[in-house]
């Protein structure tokens, strides 16, 4: 990996708790539990998992959209997310989000000028003549034409909203893009285009991506390492080659073997245990272990951490990585 651009430090994000005024604890939902990664500069890292797992909160606190209860967020040698405190004027300069439904994410009562002009003026403070060269240069960038700066965002389909949501988040030129499902809602064909596009920005400008996404094969094609999370946690990191070939964790070998292929039957049962533990009443031990075929009895009682090196899972009976 490259020198690291994003650095997470035991992460955390609880909803809730704390206690009534007569004492009575609240419930607490922890959403992301002591998550810590590296993103290399230029790097595409995927984070996959079910719906559920953590993966937006983890994204939302990574652009300052939401905050920490725990641990730190480092974009270069600064720290600009931390418990219970960010700099979001600062981090919105560096890091920028793109939504996973392009026509919701933008303002329908404003004109793409307009919502263009906005991180512009803002987080740049560009005015003029100036701002006006980099509106039709970012509209360059996504490859749209200059003259849809007028117009409205109903008037444009899915991969075009799509485009001008990059443009929005390059606009304060950020280091880092996190990619919230950016492709989950559009057709196939459009799908590819703005796949391509994504990969030609970041060729071109030297950007890091953080991708989280439902689609493996999306994943695979366009990531350099994967992080797989499961209740909050992450169970699996490793570059995206050895997670697809040769997985260590139960769970990511479950995650691959739901995903349907043409002419075969799924072979992943449903039952009970197949959905996630109750976020209110979080198992002791491995939260997987209820679904886990490899489940032995200090599963029940010790949470596994993530081993060392470049190939890591948090399983007490994960092969090793050369034998995975």
């Known amino acids: 990996m490259t020198e690291p651009l994003v650095t997470m430090d035991g ?9 009534t005024l007569f004492g009575k604890p609240l419930p607490a939902v922890h959403a992301v539990q002591d998550v810590s990664l590296q993103v290399g500069q230029g790097e595409t890292l995927g984070i996959v998992g079910e719906s559920g797992c953590g993966k937006s909160t983890l994204a939302r606190m990574l652009v300052g959209l939401d905050t920490p209860t725990g641990g730190t967020i480092r974009l270069g040698d600064t720290d600009l997310v931390a418990e219970g405190r960010r700099d979001p004027a600062r981090l919105a300069r560096r890091a920028q989000y793109v939504f996973q439904d392009p026509i919701a994410s933008l303002n329908p009562r404003k004109t793409i000028r307009t919502i263009l002009e ?11 003549d ?3 060269a980099r509106l039709e240069a970012l509209m360059a960038q996504v490859n749209l034409a200059p003259e849809f700066l007028d117009r409205y965002p109903h008037e444009f389909s899915g991969g075009q909203a799509q485009r001008i949501g ?4 390059l606009a304060p030129d950020p280091a880092l893009l996190v ?3 950016p492709v989950s809602a559009l057709d196939v064909s459009v799908q590819a285009q703005v796949l391509n596009l994504l990969s030609d920005l970041k060729a071109r400008l030297g950007l890091t991506y953080v991708f989280i996404s439902h689609d493996l094969s999306v994943v695979e094609t366009v990531c350099d390492r994967v992080a ?10 490793g570059p995206v080659d050895a997670i697809f070939n040769r ?12 995903v349907p292929v043409p002419g075969r039957k799924p072979n992943v049962p449903e039952d009970a245990n197949t959905e996630l533990p109750d976020p ?3 198992p002791p031990g491995c939260a997987f272990r209820a679904r886990c075929p490899w489940a032995v009895a200090r599963c029940a009682t010790d949470r596994p951490a993530l081993d060392a090196g470049p190939h890591a899972a948090a399983c007490w009976e994960a092969p090793p990585p050369e034998a995975a």
């Open 280 to 282: 209110y009443d979080p």
């Open 179 to 181: 990619l919230d499902e």
């Open 11 to 19: 992460v955390g994000r609880v909803f809730g708790g704390g206690k």
């Open 247 to 258: 997985p260590r964790h139960p769970y990511t070998r479950l995650l691959l073997d739901s």
């Open 166 to 169: 990059i443009a929005r988040a």
């Open 130 to 132: 100036a701002r006006e």
């Open 228 to 237: 797989v999370m499961y209740f909050g946690r992450v169970v699996e990191v």
């Open 118 to 128: 906005a991180p512009l003026r803002h987080l740049v403070g560009l005015s003029g």
